[in-house]
């Protein structure tokens, strides 16, 4: 499968590129950013081909994975589906309802396939968990933390606007949405809470009775960084295994067969339905935030 990659950040470079440069079933055919110079090294350093006109690329691959702000993925996801190209998305879908349902709806009519990169879903160890104790059941609680400090000197997203202007609720919230969601099931209303350092706090009640909280920030101080799932059901308690060897350039490698799966008709679970799902939690967050009210999603 012909690949163009969208986007020239770090993301892009450091894992999109590497990942379908070492995929045995996909090729990296160019590449396409808002900047040209950047475009152009980016293009040099993977022996690919710069493209200065994001139609120009898309008649020449038959998928894009796009390394873009949330509000810039979803316009180009639209643009490129409507081309006939298979979506390997990165998460939030979109940072509107409106925005993720017109991706869903370009998707549908066109009929190409779809991926949204939730990472944690493309660890194997990550993925049999999930698997195997949503098939167990009886989850009736769980725990995520996700403290942050990426506004540090030399992060490479201490310069991310989009980050500065949202926030852990909508960078850290799919991580977490994603490792919840298969136990406990969709969510039918929560409420939320803000506290210090950008930190956001959920309580989310979910179709199967359970309940669930959720607590992120990126801006947490240096030394309190936390990271964790925790599961409680009628079997015991658990937590979300390690990585073991995986990093996220293996992860986005097992995404792309993903992918390459779904256009040869095996859908996968993390596609824009389910990545338009999560933008409509986050979303009745946003609200619940500013209301101080419990928000059906």
């Known amino acids: 499968m012909r690949f163009g990659v969208l986007g020239t950040g770090h993301w892009a470079r450091t894992t999109q590129a590497v990942a379908l440069a070492a995929h045995p079933d996909a090729t990296l055919t160019g590449v396409w950013g808002r900047s040209p110079a950047k475009t152009a090294e980016f293009a040099e350093s993977f022996g690919t081909t710069a493209f ?122 799919p991580h977490a949405l994603s490792v919840v969601l298969p136990l406990l099931g969709p969510v039918v209303d929560l409420s939320a809470a803000d506290g210090p350092h950008d930190t956001v706090h959920l309580l989310l009640r979910h179709d199967s009775g359970a309940a669930s909280t959720l607590s992120l920030t990126l801006d947490a101080a240096p030394d309190a960084t936390s990271f964790g799932f925790s599961y409680f059901g009628e079997h015991g308690a658990l937590t979300l295994p390690a990585w073991g060897d995986d990093t996220p350039v293996t992860a986005f490698g097992h995404a792309v067969t993903a992918l390459i799966g779904a256009a040869g008709g095996t859908p996968h679970p993390c596609d824009v339905r389910y990545g338009a799902s999560i933008t409509g939690i986050l979303s009745a967050a946003d609200q619940a935030r500013r209301t101080q009210m419990i928000v059906p999603v």
Not at 138 to 148: D, I, K, R, S
């Open 52 to 173: 200065d006109d994001v139609d120009a690329l898309l008649s020449a691959v038959d998928a894009v994975a796009i390394a873009l702000p949330p509000q810039i993925q979803a316009d180009l996801a639209v643009r490129a589906a409507r081309a006939g190209k298979h979506l390997l998305l990165d998460k939030p879908l979109a940072l509107t309802v409106e925005s993720a349902t017109e991706v869903v709806d370009a998707v549908t009519s066109s009929g190409v396939a779809s991926v949204v990169f939730f990472t944690n879903r493309f660890i194997p160890a990550v993925d049999a968990f999930l698997r195997d104790n949503a098939a167990l059941g009886g989850w009736y609680a769980a725990h995520a933390t996700m403290y942050a400090s990426i506004f540090q000197p030399g992060n490479p997203y201490a310069g991310s606007t989009w980050r500065k202007e949202h926030g852990g609720l909508w960078d850290l919230g």
